[in-house]
C-alpha cells in the first residue's frame, strides 16, 4: 500500500489543523494505522493510532483530548484533527499503515508498521 500525508504547515499557538493520509492499494478498513511524528534527533514518536476490525483508537498522552483520528472511507483518506496546538507539537507527522490487527503493545511502535508515508511538517509558533 502507498500512504501519502499532507495538510502539515505553519500555525500558531492554540490553532488547529487537519492532517490527512489516503491510501491506495489496500482500504484503511482493514488492518490498523497509525500517526508518529518525529523531531530532529529523535526517533518517531507515536501519536495516535486506530485498530480498524474493533475501533479502538489510542493516544499518546500529550495529545489526548486535542487530537482526533477519523476515517472517510468513501476517499480512504484517514484524518488526524490537531486542535489546541502547542510549540511541543512541532515536527514532521508521518502515516503508518499495517495490515494486521496489532495488539495494544504492539499498536504504539513503529516496527509493527510496514508501510509508511512521506510526512509532513507541523510548525506551531508563539
Known amino acids: 500500500v502507498q500512504l501519502q500525508a499532507s495538510g502539515g504547515g505553519m500555525v500558531h499557538i492554540g490553532d488547529s489543523l487537519r492532517l490527512s493520509c489516503v491510501a491506495s492499494g489496500r482500504a484503511f478498513s482493514s488492518g490498523t494505522m497509525a500517526w508518529f511524528r518525529q523531531t530532529s534527533g529523535k526517533g518517531r514518536e507515536f501519536v495516535g493510532g486506530r485498530r480498524w476490525t474493533d475501533g479502538s483508537t489510542y493516544y499518546a498522552d500529550s495529545v489526548k483530548g486535542r487530537f482526533t483520528i477519523s476515517r472517510d472511507n468513501t476517499k480512504n483518506t484517514v484524518y488526524l484533527q490537531m486542535n489546541n496546538l502547542k510549540p511541543e507539537d512541532t515536527a514532521i507527522y508521518y502515516c503508518?499503515?499495517?495490515?494486521?490487527?496489532?495488539?495494544?503493545?504492539?499498536?504504539?511502535?513503529?516496527?509493527?508498521?510496514?508501510?509508511w508515508g512521506q510526512g509532513t511538517q507541523v510548525t506551531v509558533s508563539s
Open positions: 503508518a499503515s499495517s495490515s494486521n490487527r496489532l495488539i495494544t503493545s504492539a499498536l504504539r511502535y513503529p516496527s509493527s508498521y510496514p508501510d
